[in-house]
């Protein structure tokens, strides 16, 4: 370590260090200043890398790109700034990550592009670090405005030849994300993602576009699990899945809307968790109907993952409004066998909740819960219409237990004891109401 290395780490004050830098510049030949500047540490780290990730205000370090530039052939300057650190980090992914502004790193390139041949400018920001992130990956992930991601891409796209282009966009880092994963999940208005996804259509071929729309990381998230999980604005999730619709054969596009990760979740259990409003669900529901035959929509819709939770317990537990879940259910009647139906709709998750108990439980009108009850009486037998009445979850809770508890009216459950009196055998009914939990509670005790 040098007195500049030490600067740039520990002190603030950039003009200070500007004015030591002056020192060296009086009394130092130009060569010699050059190396000063220049010159790594153990862990192959120069000034400009230190600046970069500490020195919060980019001017410090813009300054010291300047004393460079004035002391150095063009050849060393392109060098000092493709220099790397022993984990591979350049001068760009400390900026990217560390100057917020986005302006500082936007800058820094525009020196690069001045002092190095094209060849040389695009491995520049082509080049990964140990973890294989590169520019685009840092900006996606810490630059929140989207505007610095966009303005480097151009950047790429201005120098690059297509296909290079094209492997720099589409570039995945160790633990498998690419740069849509990336915007998806950190930048926050979706604007940002859709137009990453443009250029990407506009600047590669169909099978490239194709890969990297379904790419996925190391736990199996594509761009639609990570949109669906943390994007709020459902009308560019649809934009999204547009692109696929229209880039994807009819085949590969049933692929990407049903494939699950390491969890086992597909896009429709996550949007029914975390999208509020039902229609972005709904929506990637009839894309799915609309390229996939009755046979795979109606496993896609049954599709449980690691914990046996399937989209009707997500709907019901956190689609407040119940009609979403209505409507799922009128889509699995018009596609399932009455059998696989019947199974749907009786499924338990990893802790013996079924739907009706998360219905009771969490959808407070009642009327989605008895109309969920008027699906199953329908199209069950009436000893399998009661086991599905008188289930009870892993806690000995049945929905009598739930329904008195969180349904607030009485009436509701006052329907499905009269539902269940006419459904079953006596011996059965009398079963349901002495039910205890595994506290001892019955329905007594809980109304």
């Not at 790419?215 to 899945?241: I, P």
């Not at 972005?280 to 799915?288: H, I, P, Q, S, W």
């Not at 892993?394 to 459950?413: P, R």
Request: glycine share 8%; net charge negative; charged share 25%.
């Amino acid at each position: 370590w040098n007195v500049l290395h030490f600067w740039s780490r520990y002190q603030r004050d950039g003009s200070a260090m500007r004015q030591l830098v002056e020192y060296g510049k009086e009394c130092m030949t130009r060569e010699s200043f050059g190396t000063w500047l220049r010159a790594q540490n153990m862990n192959g780290l120069t000034a400009l890398h230190i600046c970069a990730e500490h020195q919060e205000d980019g001017e410090t370090l813009l300054k010291l790109v300047e004393y460079g530039r004035e002391c150095m052939t063009s050849q060393v300057f392109a060098a000092w700034l493709q220099a790397q650190e022993n984990e591979k980090w350049n001068v760009l992914h400390f900026c990217a990550v560390h100057q917020r502004d986005g302006g500082t790193l936007l800058k820094l390139v525009e020196y690069g592009k001045d002092c190095m041949p094209w060849e040389e400018f695009d491995e520049w920001l082509q080049a990964q670090n140990i973890d294989d992130w590169n520019v685009l990956h840092h900006c996606a992930r810490y630059q929140g405005d989207g505007e610095t991601l966009l303005r480097m891409v151009e950047h790429g796209k201005e120098r690059m030849a297509q296909e290079l282009f094209g492997e720099w966009l589409q570039a995945q880092n160790n633990n498998g994300w690419n740069v849509l994963h990336l915007c998806a999940e950190y930048q926050g208005d979706g604007a940002t993602l859709l137009k990453m996804v443009e250029c990407g259509k506009q600047s590669t071929t169909r099978e490239a576009f194709v890969a990297w729309l379904q790419a996925q990381n190391r736990e199996d998230w594509n761009v639609l699990h990570f949109w669906s999980r943390y994007q709020r604005d459902g009308s560019a999730m649809r934009q999204l899945v547009e692109y696929g619709k229209e880039c994807m054969t009819r085949e590969s596009f049933g692929t990407w809307l049903r494939a699950q990760n390491m969890n086992g979740l597909t896009a429709l259990h996550i949007c029914a968790e975390h999208q509020e409003d039902g229609e972005t669900l709904l929506k990637l529901v009839e894309y799915g109907r609309e390229c996939m035959t009755s046979q795979v929509f109606a496993a896609w819709l049954q599709a449980q993952e690691n914990e046996k939770w399937n989209v009707l317990h997500f709907c019901a537990v956190h689609q407040r409004d119940g009609g979403t879940l209505l409507k799922l259910v009128e889509y699995g009647k018009d596609c399932m066998p009455w059998e696989e139906f019947d199974e749907w709709l009786q499924a338990q998750n990893i802790d013996d909740w079924n739907v009706l108990h998360h219905c009771a439980r969490y959808q407070g009108d009642g009327e989605t819960l008895l109309r969920m009850v008027e699906h199953g009486k329908e199209r069950m037998a009436q000893e399998l219409f009661g086991e599905w009445l008188q289930a009870q979850n892993n806690n000995g809770w049945n929905v009598l237990h739930l329904c008195a508890e969180y349904q607030g009216d009485g009436a509701t459950l006052l329907k499905m004891v009269e539902c269940g009196k006419q459904s079953t055998t006596r011996e059965a009914f009398v079963a349901w109401l002495q039910a205890q939990n595994r506290e001892d509670w019955n329905v007594l005790h809980f109304w």
